[in-house]
């Protein structure tokens, strides 16, 4: 089976080089998380009015907990200030907001703060824009094994019955496609631990761009390249 040049529906990014552009500008590290947060704003807009119906942003991971005190303090002032701005921008935009990743983690007003957001939107019918904060696949994958475990202690599903399907239902992003399009900023090549299972097929997208200068050219430049390959799903 092949697609050619049509748009994807699902892009995930995994925002990366806040720190690196922070450093290049001459300015603390949290400077960058800020303009990466700014640029966020511009393109969950730019990404709504070029017609994605998935978009996906990777915030922060189960592993972003080791960075120092100061710096995931920073992070999580600037969440609570840009969620409540992102929620005004979803509503002007038709976007429905969705966050995955164990946000049990974050403080109680960060946690309303996210539900708040996913309720006041949740009959958006434009674009979806999933945010995944404290997310990790292995985390995400473990916590959905749990959850299957459960089900077959309680007598409702038997081990031989356990399909693809089952294991994709019981993720974050169960009734989500998967995305079509990996993008990664900062000239880093690797995953880490974002969306495992679901990019099985993804196109994978590399660009040395910060986060911060990823700009609605650089996201277009990304789709571009992604309809110029031939996509293959295991067939000839
Ligand atoms: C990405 O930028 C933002 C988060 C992971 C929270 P980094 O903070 O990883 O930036 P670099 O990799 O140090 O440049
Ligand atoms: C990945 O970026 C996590 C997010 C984008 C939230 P990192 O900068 O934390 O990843 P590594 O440490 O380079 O793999
Ligand atoms: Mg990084």
Redesign the pocket.
């Known amino acids: 089976m092949e697609e050619q040049r049509r748009m994807p529906r699902h892009v995930a990014v995994?925002?990366?080089g806040n720190g690196r552009w922070a450093k290049e500008h001459g300015v603390p590290r949290k400077m960058g998380h800020k303009a990466g947060c700014e640029n966020l704003e511009r393109i969950v807009e730019d990404a709504a009015r070029i017609g994605l119906e998935y978009f996906t942003v990777?915030?922060?991971?189960t592993?972003?907990w080791k960075r120092s005190a100061d710096e995931v303090g920073a992070l999580m002032t600037l969440f609570r200030y840009y969620i409540e701005r992102l929620r005004k921008i979803a509503l002007a935009n038709n976007v429905r907001v969705l966050s995955i990743g164990d946000r049990m983690k974050f403080a109680p007003d960060l946690v309303a703060s996210l539900n708040r957001i996913e309720k006041e939107t949740k009959d958006c019918t434009g674009m979806t824009f999933i945010m995944a904060l404290n997310y990790g696949a292995r985390d995400e994958i473990t916590r959905g094994v749990r959850k299957l475990a459960e089900e077959i202690k309680a007598g409702d599903l038997q081990p031989e019955d356990i399909e693809e399907s089952d294991i994709s239902s019981s993720l974050d992003t169960a009734g989500i496609p998967d995305p079509d399009l990996m993008i990664r900023t900062s000239g880093?090549e690797?995953i880490?631990n974002f969306l495992l299972w679901q990019i099985a097929y993804s196109e994978l997208y590399f660009t040395d761009v910060y986060w911060p200068d990823f700009n609605l050219d650089e996201l277009l430049r990304a789709i571009d390249e992604y309809e110029r390959r031939n996509r293959r799903f295991g067939g000839r």
């Open positions: 995994i925002l990366d990777y915030g922060f991971s592993e972003n880093e690797r880490s």
